[in-house]
């Protein structure tokens, strides 16, 4: 009796500190949400906002249009490069950081998320001094003669893919530490002794017992970076539009809140749906490791 009066009391006490932030979410995420997809179903009037309505017009207007297409696959494409990207460059100094003994690690560690302590505008203007036509590298190339004239580097989707990686690489690493740092370096050393070279520890060891980072990591980036806004707009521009920019100017240009509000559903389901998906892959890979390394050890 006792017991459950402690467990009672205790899920009281839980409920107390989760309720109001339970609340909060509902009121600043989910009403808007659900308004949101509320006026997705409405009717566009020029010159009247929009009338109130039951219909599938907007999805179907995206969703059959090649315009609004390009930019739906054109944005999964700059997301999942820069989340590969960030996963190659990340990896090694995530695994760095695990095994390094050096007193400056939490200051390497402080350099890595000191990035995100500066607004994006400001990294972008960074970025545009590097990829304009007078910037950095096209006199770079021009000075050493391997162009004639400058190239268009601005507002095209390897500017925007590199440019979103910067922002989103230290979440990357920050994720892959905090799993590669609990593997067990005795696990490596062993492997070393019997034989099995670099790769072959990193292939059999460090990769499978990193996968949950590894997902993590990828999963996590990959949504910052499909639903990125002010990187693609700068460096991006009007040539490379991605969802969030382009949903936008629908409803701050257009005043096409019903379609920008489909749009917006739209991204949040296919956002989902590949999320969901990647898990999906990610899972079964994982099995088949662990599967592969109850065999070796039979």
Not at 39 to 50: A, C, D, I, R, Y
Not at 196 to 208: G, L
Not at 213 to 218: N, P, R, S
Not at 286 to 295: C, K, P, Q, W
Request: positive net charge; aromatic residues 10%.
């Amino acid at each position: 009796m006792k017991i459950k009066k402690q467990q009672n009391t205790q899920a009281y006490q839980v409920g107390s500190l989760i309720g109001p932030t339970t609340l909060l979410v509902t009121v600043m995420f989910l009403i808007p949400l659900l308004n949101f997809l509320r006026n997705s179903f409405n009717v566009f009037v020029p010159g009247q906002f929009m009338q109130t309505a039951w219909t599938l017009e907007n999805y179907h207007k995206f969703l059959t249009d090649p315009y609004y297409l390009s930019i739906l696959g054109r944005s999964f494409y700059i997301a999942f490069s820069a989340t590969l990207l960030a996963l190659v460059m990340g990896f090694p100094i995530a695994y760095f950081l695990a095994r390094t003994k050096s007193k400056w690690k939490s200051i390497i560690i402080m350099l890595i998320v000191f990035p995100l302590l500066v607004g994006n505008i400001i990294r972008d203007v960074g970025w545009i001094s590097l990829f304009s036509g007078t910037g950095l590298i096209n006199r770079f190339l021009l000075d050493i003669g391997v162009v004639q004239e400058p190239i268009q580097l601005l507002q095209t989707p390897m500017a925007v893919i590199i440019a979103i990686t910067n922002v989103v690489l230290p979440y990357m690493i920050l994720t892959l530490h905090s799993v590669l740092e609990r593997i067990d370096p005795a696990l490596e050393e062993a492997a070393y002794d019997l034989g099995a070279s670099r790769w072959t520890v990193m292939k059999s060891i460090i990769i499978p017992l990193g996968i949950p980072g590894i997902m993590a990591g990828t999963l996590f980036v990959f949504v910052l970076s499909i639903n990125a806004y002010t990187t693609p707009l700068v460096i991006g521009g009007s040539k490379v539009q991605m969802m969030a920019p382009a949903l936008y100017s629908q409803i701050s240009e257009v005043s096409n809140w019903p379609l920008g509000a489909a749009m917006a559903v739209i991204l949040i389901v296919f956002t989902l749906l590949s999320s969901t998906i990647y898990l999906r892959i990610i899972e079964r890979m994982s099995m088949n490791v662990r599967a592969a390394g109850t065999e070796v050890k039979g």
